[in-house]
């Protein structure tokens, strides 16, 4: 099972949306796909159409009770399986605050998972906090979507070494694996330029050690799409609301190339074990 963060500390930049529409895409082409929403938003959860009232146990309850992964999976359009969030799962930082191993709760309930998927999606809050600290030492990827824009660029590097500390002291297995440019408007030099600086800076990181080895900006770009931004208000991914629009092409055209790059990978390296160790055009 390949295991993907959805991260970026800026909101607005199409996370959730990506984290969505990139599971929905790889469940359209017969992959077992289940989608961990780990923020307090909700946003996944409603993406989805599911009612993060419902009774039924959620991430809060995964990270702050007995709650395992089989007792709140709950499976919707494309057969999706997801651990829904709640608003109660703001709380979840206090409530931790003195809790040993509080980083790692959520990796050890994932090495409990039964279910057999393969591919698992997190879609993290949008800032550096303990819910995203706690996916990071979890999963074995990290995809950053980014808005090709200069405030987007802020940051970055702060966030990479946030990322680099969690693979040196919490977890090895983890790889910056991709970067995916989202509200791309490709008729503006802005985004060229920023394309160009992006690339520019991970092909500095590859070299820096083994967390940044496979890092690559992925080709396809996740065109501005209204179609996109209706999706969320009828609980459907993009492929389930309009699949023949721009923003549903360029969701197969992402999922498509994840697949090949996740083939590419396997090719060079040995399986791993989900324990954890012990240590475009412009479109309307």
């Not at 969030?85 to 039964?114: N, P, Q, S, W, Y």
């Not at 993290?124 to 980014?146: E, K, M, R, Y």
Request: glycine share 8%; with cysteine; hydrophobic share 45%.
């Amino acid at each position: 099972m390949r295991s993907i963060a959805i991260i970026n500390q800026k909101g607005g930049v199409g996370k959730t949306t990506t984290a969505v529409n990139l599971g929905a895409g790889l469940a359209a082409a017969g992959k077992r796909v289940g989608i961990v929403d780990l923020d307090p938003q909700a946003h996944a959860t409603l993406h989805l159409g599911i009612d993060p009232k419902s009774p039924r146990n959620t991430t809060y309850h995964l990270l702050t009770g007995d709650a395992e992964f089989a007792s709140m999976w709950r499976t919707v359009e494309g057969g999706i399986k997801v651990a829904a969030a709640h608003l109660d799962l703001a709380a979840a930082e206090v409530e931790l605050a003195g809790v040993v191993g509080r980083e790692v709760i959520f990796r050890d309930k994932l090495a409990r998972m039964t279910e057999d998927l393969d591919y698992l999606i997190v879609d993290c809050p949008p800032s550096i906090g303990l819910l995203t600290l706690n996916a990071l030492a979890a999963v074995q990827d990290v995809f950053l979507p980014l808005q090709p824009h200069f405030l987007a660029l802020h940051g970055l590097s702060k966030l990479m070494q946030t990322v680099g500390l969690v693979a040196d002291r919490l977890n090895p297995r983890l790889h910056m694996a991709g970067v995916v440019l989202c509200l791309y408007d490709s008729g503006t030099r802005l985004a060229a330029e920023v394309t160009s600086d992006v690339e520019e800076y991970f092909a500095h990181l590859r070299g820096e050690g083994p967390v940044w080895e496979h890092v690559r900006l992925f080709s396809s770009r996740i065109r501005r799409n209204i179609r996109l931004a209706e999706a969320p208000s009828f609980g459907k991914s993009i492929f389930g609301y309009n699949p023949q629009s721009p923003g549903a092409a360029d969701y197969e055209a992402l999922s498509a190339e994840v697949l090949s790059y996740y083939a590419g990978r396997d090719a060079m390296e040995p399986a791993q074990p989900l324990s954890p160790p012990l240590v475009n055009d412009q479109a309307a």
